[in-house]
């Protein structure tokens, strides 16, 4: 059974850093993309980065720049750095895999998600 767990969130104020952190276990890992999402009250879950199985990254327009997506395929994990936070940024974030292995982009398919850490960005 796949599991995700993140770590690393918590309280920043406005133009901080945060470095987020997901530690898969149930599969090999190496073989999957994985992504970053994340949901504010009232609004939908967004992806926000994802990483390709051989390391390609995707960023949505509004983090470009400021946030960073890698991976550890020999730690099983997948980082979120993200640096100049806003307040906008506040909302929980998900860890999540891909359903399917080898897929060449990190902008879909994901069903596998973590139980989110909370990011707070104070202005």
Request: include cysteine; glycine fraction near 12%.
């Amino acid at each position: 059974q796949v599991q995700l767990v993140e770590s690393g969130g918590g309280l920043v104020q406005d133009g901080g850093s945060l470095r987020l952190s997901c530690a898969a276990s149930g599969r090999t890992f190496s073989l999957y993309g994985m992504g970053w999402f994340r949901q504010a009250p009232g609004m939908e879950r967004e992806l926000v980065a994802g990483i390709t199985w051989n390391g390609i990254p995707y960023y949505v327009d509004s983090v470009k720049a400021r946030f960073t997506i890698s991976r550890d395929n020999a730690k099983n994990t997948v980082n979120l750095q993200m640096i100049s936070l806003r307040p906008e940024d506040t909302a929980v974030y998900f860890c999540a895999s891909q359903s399917k292995p080898y897929i060449s982009n990190a902008r879909g398919g994901f069903d596998i998600w973590g139980q989110g850490t909370q990011v707070t960005v104070s202005s």
